[in-house]
Every structure is written in structure tokens, then in C-alpha cells.
């Protein structure tokens, strides 16, 4: 996990409870002076000592101490985070969600961000002062949201509690040897302290009058009921997610029948005992729940709704920009990709008007593998070729590329019906866990060929993969920095190397380009649902029918998008306005430096200091202009 779930545990839960994961900030102490020369005598030791050595140690050296504490502390105070790292310090635990721990974090931002402004910037190199300026930034956001400190769902549909125990345990929590697994039995028999912290957030929500939808709460109920369905909680049926995975898991370990047959029979105890009731408390507090939630369905409907609105869009998009000015950005740029696509309709020589050919992009059979588990078999294999491809041309566009790998993984049947149509894990830091393009292959028809290549892109290389494994391995910046949540810069570049497939010759087929075109103006239609439905008032059926309407995806794509978009607001409006933002100082930079502009310099500038607000970034290719000229 990383710095980025940090911010949804502390402020709003969703990190240790879906992929997006987080972090606890521990205590805060004064820096610790990392190993170095010293002038002390030999002889000396102890307090006096760590006197000397702290005061010859350079500004540079302290800060460096300063940033790797901070992020120690933040590992240590989270196993969910430390099993995304490969550490197993605490292995056998869940997070600490609890109210208390919340407060305790907040504090501790406080004095950090006040420890940070301690250090004299004119003693630091220029990579340093931008560290410290990002680390600075970085907790003033998450204070931000402390203005709304319930606000965010801590539970909905999307990934929440619920679905975070069976994914963390299946995708996660390696099992290679009996230490292992008895930490997985200890976490089956914490998901009832777990699910208890969570159920607390849930009541501190509905006393402030803070609810996801209705319809929200149908899913969530249905989700964790699949849970719990299936041997050891009935024998009627095939072993549950969970149970399935343990036996796997121990089965791998070889161990004596008897010794084997001991574990699975503390995994059916665990089950049984713990996560059962566990799982029939939480659902017992949602369907309470469901029956208070006001009509509706945008946060407009929520205390303070405008203001919290706001403050996501500000979050989100790392600018000041408000609900109206991004809705018109989204009309804009829908009007401008609809005349793009008016070309590929010329081009394909379809005869007819605009929705007429979404009609049939949508249910020509050309452009859908079968519903059979042929053709998921195929779309995987498919999707894989077109990134073994594109990785072979990265050289010449990138200087920077990861050492890390990157599978292509179907989602998991437990959770497909709720997830996203796409979306990438990144590896772990040690090396044990490659980066993962997850499909999801629920609805085939959800998922047409002729957007393939992009959606690979994005999720892949050069898109999420690159840009996150990247960052993972970048040397001489601080720890903190790879983990920093700044979405818009995330996201932006996933959309932006969309559009850099087509400069580098890829999209030969004009379907193939209508693709790219299609998930472009996803993410424009997203800039105008998002704020109709949270600014404006609109309804889940008007913000449906509206990317029925503009745009060529399938209806339970668009029914799923909206979920979604309801779920987290203000987070699908960070694609385009990061996507813009880049692709205007590419534009920008390209035309200051004329000749001497390098595609691979540009982009290794984009990416060589990890996710920063889009000023900042604009700030750094500016520098780097300048520097080129």
C-alpha cells in the first residue's frame, strides 16, 4: 500500500478499504539522525554523542532523516499497507479505523506539517526543496478534508470494507510458509474487531446525516452475502472466495495430511466464528442504514453538500476550479471529440447519423468477444499482445522505463459485478509481486474489441504500470514522495498515453482510433455527469441516459459508471482536466523549444519526480524548458 491509501484511512477509510488502501500517520518525534561520520570521540556514546552527531549532520541530511521517519512511521502504523510492500512485520493484523485512531492522525499531521517548516530552504538543493514542498502540500490537503471529517462514504459499492477481506486475503497475503499461514487464520479471526471499527464510522455518518444512495446499499448487502456463501458457511454449494484460497494456499505448502488437515479445519473455526457473524453484523447495520438514506443520489443532498463538493473537485483535480467551469470544460471537449469522430465515421464510410453509428458500434458482433469462456480466454491473450507490443517501441519515447513487470489478470468473480470495467494494482517494491492490469470480463459486452488497445495503454504501458513502477524505483527522492496522492497528475497521465499511442503509430485500425476517441469522451461526459449530478441535482437515471445518449458505450457500462461516479465524487474529473493540463504543456514546451524539443526528455520530466499537483508540474516543465534553451 502507499501514502496515497494513507489519505482514505485517515480522513475518509476508503484506503483500507479498497485500492485505493491507506495508510495511519504514527507518532511524530523529532527526526532521527541517520548513520553518518562523526566528530565524537570514539569513546563516546549515549546521549552526548547524539548531540554531536545530530548537529553535524547538514540541513540536506536532516531533512532526508526527517521525510524517511515520517514514512517508517506511516508503514509501521498500517499492516494492510506493509503487506503491499511485502513486509510481514504485521501480518496476522487489519488497520486501526477507529475514530480514536483518526484523531490521533490528524494531531500528528499537525505537528508534522508544523516540523516541516522548521528546515531553512536556502541550505537545500532544489530536488529537496520540491520534496519539501510536496510533503507540505500533501498533509495541508488531507487537513482540507478534515473540514468534512464524515463526509466521505466509508462504505459503498465500488470496494469498501466488504470486499476489501477477500481481495487483500486472495491477492495479498502470500502464503509460503506455516507462519504465514497462521497469520491469514489471525486476520479471518480480526475481521470481527475489523468489521466493528467500520460499523462504528457507519453510525458516526448517520448521526451527521451522511448516507450513499438506496440502490447503494442493495449491492453492498448483495456482495458481502456472496461472501459468506458456500462451504464452510453451507454445505450446499462449492467452497466460498475465501475458503477456496486458504485450502489453495495451504495445499501449496506440502505439509503432512494431518498438519494440513489442522490448518483448514482453524480456517473453517475462523469462518464460522468470526467472519460469518462478522459479516451478518455489518449487513444487520446496512440494511438499518438503507432505510434512513435520503432520496437522491449526488452529495448536494448531504449537510454542507456544496462545500463538500467543492472540496473533492479541489482534491481530485489539484486546481481551484469549480463545478461549473468543469462542467463547461466537459461540454467542450464533448462537442470537440463527437466532430473527431464524425472523421472515423467518413473514413469507415458509414452512412447515418452519430448515434446511429454508437448503435452499432454497440451491437455489431464484429466488435465483441463471444460470452463463453473462449472468449474471455481470448480478450486476455489479446489484451496481453497489444502491451507486448507497445513495450517494444517504449525506447523511443521514454528514457525512464520500469524494472518491475506487468500481468494481465481477469477480476475475480466475487467482485466483477461491482468493480470497474479495468483498473491496475501496482507491484510490490520488493520485487514479489508484478504490477496487474485487472479486466474485468463480467459483461463481454461491456468490453468491445475497438477500445482494447486504449484501455491496455491506459491501465498498462506507458499508462498506470509505467508511471507507478516507476516512481516505485525512482532513486534520491524520499519514500513518501512515489506515494503522494495527487490523482489528477495519476490519472491525467493513464488518459494522456491514450492519445500517445496514436503519436507513436499505433491505432492503424480507424474502429481501433474510434476506440481511443470512445474512451476520450468517457472521460470529457465524465467532467458533465459528475458535477450535473453533485452541482446540479441531476439524477443516477439522467446521468445514464445522458452517456447513453453521447456516447457508444453499452447501458450497463454507463450504469456502472454512474454507480461509481455517485460513490466517489469529484474523482472521474481528474482524468481530463490532467489529460489537458499535459497535453498543454507538451504543446506549450514543443513550441518554445522547436527543434530541440525531445519527446523522451518531456516525458522522463513528467515522470522522474512521481505524482505531483498539475502547478507543480507545470513549474517543472517550465524549468525544464528553460534549461533545454
Request: with cysteine; hydrophobic share 40%; glycine share 6%.
Given at each position: 500500500?502507499n501514502?496515497?491509501r494513507k489519505?482514505?484511512i485517515?480522513?475518509?477509510l476508503l484506503s483500507?478499504?479498497g485500492?485505493?488502501?491507506?495508510?495511519?500517520?504514527s507518532?511524530?518525534?523529532e527526526?532521527?539522525?541517520?548513520q553518518q561520520?562523526?566528530?565524537?570521540?570514539?569513546a563516546m556514546?549515549g546521549s552526548?554523542a547524539?548531540?554531536?552527531?545530530q548537529?553535524t549532520?547538514?540541513?540536506?541530511q536532516?531533512l532526508?532523516a526527517?521525510?524517511?521517519q515520517s514514512?517508517?512511521?506511516d508503514?509501521?502504523?498500517?499492516?494492510i499497507?506493509?503487506s503491499?510492500?511485502?513486509?510481514?512485520?504485521d501480518?496476522?493484523?487489519w488497520d486501526d479505523?477507529?475514530?480514536?485512531?483518526?484523531e490521533?492522525?490528524i494531531?500528528?499531521?499537525?505537528t508534522?506539517?508544523?516540523?516541516s517548516?522548521?528546515?531553512d530552504r536556502?541550505?537545500l538543493?532544489?530536488?529537496?526543496?520540491?520534496?519539501?514542498?510536496?510533503?507540505?502540500?500533501?498533509?495541508e490537503?488531507k487537513l482540507?478534508n478534515?473540514a468534512?471529517?464524515?463526509?466521505?462514504?466509508?462504505?459503498?459499492?465500488?470496494r469498501a470494507?466488504?470486499t476489501l477481506?477477500?481481495?487483500?486475503?486472495?491477492?495479498?497475503?502470500?502464503?509460503s510458509?506455516t507462519?504465514d499461514?497462521?497469520?491469514?487464520i489471525?486476520?479471518?479471526?480480526g475481521?470481527?474487531?475489523f468489521?466493528d471499527?467500520?460499523?462504528d464510522?457507519?453510525?458516526?455518518?448517520?448521526?451527521?446525516?451522511?448516507?450513499?444512495p438506496?440502490?447503494?446499499?442493495?449491492?453492498?448487502i448483495q456482495?458481502?452475502?456472496?461472501?459468506?456463501?458456500?462451504?464452510?458457511?453451507?454445505?450446499t454449494g462449492a467452497?466460498?472466495?475465501?475458503?477456496?484460497d486458504?485450502?489453495?494456499?495451504?495445499a501449496?505448502?506440502e505439509?503432512?495430511?494431518?498438519?494440513?488437515a489442522?490448518?483448514?479445519?482453524?480456517?473453517?473455526?475462523?469462518?464460522i466464528?468470526?467472519?460469518?457473524p462478522?459479516?451478518?453484523?455489518?449487513?444487520?447495520?446496512?440494511?438499518?442504514?438503507?432505510a434512513?438514506s435520503?432520496?437522491?443520489?449526488?452529495?448536494?443532498r448531504?449537510?454542507?453538500?456544496d462545500?463538500?463538493?467543492?472540496n473533492r473537485l479541489?482534491?481530485?483535480t489539484t486546481?481551484?476550479l469549480?463545478?461549473q467551469?468543469?462542467?463547461q470544460i466537459?461540454v467542450?471537449?464533448?462537442?470537440r471529440?463527437?466532430a473527431a469522430?464524425?472523421?472515423?465515421?467518413a473514413?469507415v464510410?458509414?452512412?447515418g447519423?452519430?448515434?446511429e453509428?454508437?448503435?452499432?458500434?454497440?451491437?455489431?458482433?464484429?466488435?465483441?468477444y463471444?460470452d463463453?469462456?473462449?472468449?474471455?480466454?481470448?480478450?486476455?491473450?489479446?489484451?496481453?499482445?497489444?502491451i507486448?507490443?507497445?513495450?517494444?517501441?517504449?525506447p523511443?519515447?521514454?528514457?525512464?522505463?520500469?524494472?518491475?513487470?506487468?500481468?494481465?489478470?481477469?477480476?475475480e468473480?466475487?467482485r466483477?459485478q461491482?468493480?470497474?470495467k479495468a483498473f491496475?494494482?501496482?507491484?510490490a517494491?520488493?520485487?514479489s509481486?508484478?504490477?496487474?492490469?485487472?479486466?474485468n470480463?463480467?459483461d463481454?459486452q461491456?468490453?468491445?474489441?475497438?477500445q482494447?488497445?486504449?484501455l491496455?495503454y491506459?491501465?498498462g504501458?506507458?499508462?498506470?504500470?509505467?508511471?507507478?513502477?516507476?516512481?516505485?524505483?525512482?532513486?534520491?527522492?524520499?519514500q513518501?514522495q512515489?506515494?503522494?496522492s495527487f490523482?489528477a497528475?495519476t490519472?491525467?497521465w493513464?488518459?494522456?498515453?491514450e492519445e500517445?499511442?496514436?503519436?507513436m503509430?499505433?491505432y492503424?485500425?480507424?474502429y481501433s482510433d474510434?476506440g481511443?476517441?470512445?474512451?476520450?469522451?468517457w472521460?470529457?461526459?465524465?467532467?458533465?455527469?459528475?458535477?450535473?449530478l453533485h452541482a446540479?441535482?441531476?439524477?443516477?437515471?439522467e446521468?445514464?441516459?445522458?452517456?447513453?445518449?453521447?456516447?457508444?458505450?453499452?447501458?450497463y457500462?454507463?450504469?456502472?459508471a454512474?454507480?461509481?461516479?455517485?460513490?466517489?465524487?469529484g474523482?472521474?474529473?481528474?482524468y481530463?482536466i490532467?489529460?489537458?493540463?499535459?497535453m498543454?504543456?507538451?504543446?506549450?514546451?514543443?513550441?518554445?523549444?522547436g527543434?530541440?524539443?525531445d519527446?523522451?526528455?518531456?516525458?522522463?520530466e513528467?515522470l522522474?519526480?512521481?505524482p505531483v499537483?498539475l502547478?507543480?508540474?507545470e513549474s517543472?516543465?517550465?524549468?525544464?524548458?528553460a534549461?533545454?534553451q
Amino acid at each position: 500500500m502507499n501514502t496515497w491509501r494513507k489519505s482514505r484511512i485517515n480522513l475518509a477509510l476508503l484506503s483500507a478499504l479498497g485500492v485505493s488502501i491507506a495508510i495511519g500517520l504514527s507518532g511524530c518525534s523529532e527526526p532521527q539522525p541517520t548513520q553518518q561520520n562523526s566528530t565524537a570521540p570514539s569513546a563516546m556514546t549515549g546521549s552526548a554523542a547524539g548531540s554531536i552527531k545530530q548537529a553535524t549532520q547538514t540541513e540536506s541530511q536532516k531533512l532526508a532523516a526527517f521525510f524517511q521517519q515520517s514514512f517508517d512511521e506511516d508503514v509501521a502504523n498500517s499492516p494492510i499497507w506493509q503487506s503491499y510492500l511485502g513486509i510481514k512485520d504485521d501480518y496476522d493484523k487489519w488497520d486501526d479505523v477507529s475514530q480514536a485512531a483518526n484523531e490521533q492522525d490528524i494531531a500528528k499531521m499537525v505537528t508534522r506539517l508544523a516540523q516541516s517548516k522548521l528546515f531553512d530552504r536556502t541550505a537545500l538543493s532544489d530536488q529537496e526543496q520540491l520534496s519539501l514542498t510536496i510533503y507540505q502540500l500533501d498533509i495541508e490537503r488531507k487537513l482540507a478534508n478534515n473540514a468534512f471529517p464524515v463526509h466521505t462514504y466509508i462504505m459503498h459499492q465500488f470496494r469498501a470494507a466488504h470486499t476489501l477481506v477477500p481481495s487483500f486475503l486472495i491477492n495479498i497475503h502470500r502464503v509460503s510458509d506455516t507462519s504465514d499461514a497462521d497469520a491469514y487464520i489471525k486476520r479471518l479471526q480480526g475481521v470481527t474487531s475489523f468489521f466493528d471499527q467500520v460499523i462504528d464510522q457507519l453510525v458516526l455518518r448517520e448521526k451527521a446525516g451522511v448516507f450513499p444512495p438506496k440502490w447503494s446499499y442493495d449491492q453492498m448487502i448483495q456482495a458481502s452475502q456472496n461472501v459468506i456463501s458456500g462451504s464452510p458457511f453451507n454445505e450446499t454449494g462449492a467452497d466460498s472466495t475465501i475458503y477456496a484460497d486458504i485450502s489453495a494456499k495451504i495445499a501449496n505448502l506440502e505439509l503432512e495430511p494431518e498438519q494440513q488437515a489442522e490448518y483448514l479445519a482453524q480456517a473453517k473455526t475462523a469462518l464460522i466464528e468470526q467472519v460469518k457473524p462478522a459479516y451478518e453484523k455489518l449487513i444487520a447495520e446496512l440494511q438499518k442504514q438503507r432505510a434512513l438514506s435520503p432520496e437522491g443520489d449526488g452529495v448536494w443532498r448531504l449537510p454542507q453538500g456544496d462545500k463538500w463538493y467543492q472540496n473533492r473537485l479541489e482534491w481530485f483535480t489539484t486546481t481551484d476550479l469549480n463545478a461549473q467551469e468543469v462542467h463547461q470544460i466537459g461540454v467542450a471537449n464533448v462537442a470537440r471529440i463527437h466532430a473527431a469522430m464524425r472523421d472515423i465515421m467518413a473514413q469507415v464510410k458509414f452512412t447515418g447519423s452519430l448515434n446511429e453509428f454508437f448503435e452499432f458500434m454497440r451491437t455489431d458482433p464484429q466488435f465483441y468477444y463471444p460470452d463463453t469462456d473462449q472468449g474471455r480466454t481470448d480478450y486476455m491473450a489479446d489484451a496481453k499482445a497489444y502491451i507486448d507490443t507497445m513495450e517494444a517501441k517504449i525506447p523511443e519515447y521514454f528514457g525512464l522505463t520500469p524494472k518491475a513487470p506487468m500481468v494481465v489478470k481477469r477480476v475475480e468473480a466475487f467482485r466483477e459485478q461491482s468493480a470497474g470495467k479495468a483498473f491496475y494494482q501496482s507491484p510490490a517494491m520488493d520485487g514479489s509481486r508484478p504490477g496487474i492490469y485487472y479486466a474485468n470480463l463480467f459483461d463481454m459486452q461491456a468490453m468491445p474489441t475497438y477500445q482494447m488497445e486504449a484501455l491496455a495503454y491506459h491501465e498498462g504501458i506507458p499508462g498506470h504500470h509505467m508511471q507507478r513502477a516507476i516512481t516505485q524505483e525512482l532513486p534520491g527522492i524520499p519514500q513518501f514522495q512515489k506515494f503522494a496522492s495527487f490523482t489528477a497528475y495519476t490519472e491525467g497521465w493513464g488518459l494522456y498515453t491514450e492519445e500517445l499511442g496514436k503519436d507513436m503509430g499505433f491505432y492503424a485500425d480507424p474502429y481501433s482510433d474510434f476506440g481511443r476517441l470512445a474512451m476520450e469522451l468517457w472521460r470529457a461526459c465524465r467532467l458533465v455527469v459528475d458535477t450535473g449530478l453533485h452541482a446540479k441535482q441531476w439524477s443516477r437515471e439522467e446521468a445514464i441516459e445522458y452517456l447513453v445518449e453521447n456516447t457508444p458505450n453499452a447501458r450497463y457500462d454507463a450504469v456502472k459508471a454512474i454507480e461509481r461516479y455517485i460513490a466517489m465524487p469529484g474523482q472521474a474529473t481528474s482524468y481530463m482536466i490532467g489529460k489537458l493540463k499535459i497535453m498543454e504543456l507538451r504543446d506549450k514546451a514543443s513550441a518554445q523549444l522547436g527543434d530541440k524539443f525531445d519527446i523522451r526528455g518531456f516525458h522522463d520530466e513528467v515522470l522522474k519526480d512521481g505524482p505531483v499537483p498539475l502547478s507543480l508540474l507545470e513549474s517543472k516543465i517550465d524549468n525544464w524548458v528553460a534549461q533545454q534553451q
